[in-house]
């Protein structure tokens, strides 16, 4: 159930309105990063949840993010206000209209025209929001790391949003919800360390003898760091030693019938390629007398004519 409080949990102050930047507070609105995001993998989360603790921790922090997409979209609102009204009352004349909301690389086109200025469900590129953005996997110690990244993720977009204005009121709004997404990941880290043991993820252990191991496939400017070498890891540099390391062959195979078996011995011979002809090609029938025999001195190591 559900209880609605009209009154922001943080106050908006807007001191000019802005179409441009509303278009771009829509990232944190109807981003793959955005409060709408959030708070959809951390409710379905809870639903989920067995542990009466992250249970309870997870509706509190799904409900705040409900909140948070109320502020940002009020900041969208805000901002739009002015040209909200011009394009509703057609104040303005088509070329003149038509250059304020395009004009000074302001990119709100969509969102003016398709929206009318409202908070719409799109990121700032104006993509619809889908529900493709929540990666819940319904596993607590593997969802709590998501749920960090996420908050992460957030933070760092909250304060390339703070970069690009100067309007204080919009600047401490954000400052306000980029600090809450700090105080989430602490939330969650504390959740996932209070899980004992929590690492690897799930119930299954890996492979022993190749959980220390470290493929070094990638040649050239190596750097040794506690990533790849102390008494935790065994590094592995010598490309023979990184193929079939399972003590096989190297080679796929699998078991067939003998009836499919017969099937793609019949399909190997008739797709076979003849690897001693040199068949004409329409490349070869297009090209001029000279450019073949070029060709053809080039394939005997002769001088070309």
């Known amino acids: 159930m559900f209880s609605h409080n009209k009154r922001l949990q943080y106050t908006v102050r807007v001191s000019e309105t802005n179409p441009g930047l509303a278009n771009l507070m829509l990232e944190q609105f109807g981003g793959p990063q955005g409060e709408l995001a959030a708070a959809c993998r951390y409710f379905t989360q809870a639903v989920g949840e067995d542990d009466p603790g992250r249970k309870d921790m997870l509706f509190d922090i799904a409900t705040e993010e409900l909140s948070h997409l109320e502020v940002i979209g009020t900041i969208v609102a805000m901002l739009n206000k002015g040209a909200k009204g011009r394009l ?53 110690t593997a969802d709590l790391r998501s749920n960090i990244a996420a908050e992460a993720r957030a933070k760092i977009v909250y304060e390339r949003l703070i970069n690009l204005t100067d309007d204080p009121g919009v600047k401490e709004a954000l400052g306000f919800l980029m600090t809450r997404e700090i105080a989430h ?21 890996g492979m022993p003898e190749f959980t220390k191991v470290y493929f070094d496939m990638s040649k050239g400017g190596e750097v040794r760091g506690p990533w790849n070498q102390g008494e935790k890891w065994d590094f592995v540099s010598k490309p023979e030693e990184q193929m079939a390391v399972d ?18 011995e019949a399909m190997a011979t008739r797709t076979a390629s003849d690897p001693t002809g040199n068949p004409p090609t329409g490349a070869e029938l297009g090209m001029s007398d000279d450019a073949i025999l070029d060709e053809l001195a080039t394939e005997l190591g002769k001088p070309k004519v």
């Open 88 to 140: 509703a009352e057609g104040v303005d004349a088509e070329a003149e209209a038509f250059r304020s909301i395009t004009g000074a690389g302001n990119d709100s086109h969509v969102t003016q025209v398709l929206y009318g200025g409202g908070p719409a469900l799109v990121n700032s590129a104006g993509v619809p929001w889908t529900a493709a953005y929540i990666d819940t996997i319904g596993e607590p």
């Open 185 to 205: 990941q602490k939330s969650f880290e504390k959740a996932l360390y209070a899980i004992q043991p929590n690492f690897p993820p799930g119930k299954l252990p």
């Open 247 to 264: 003590g096989g062959s190297g080679e796929p195979s699998v078991q067939l019938t003998a009836e499919d078996q017969a099937a793609v």
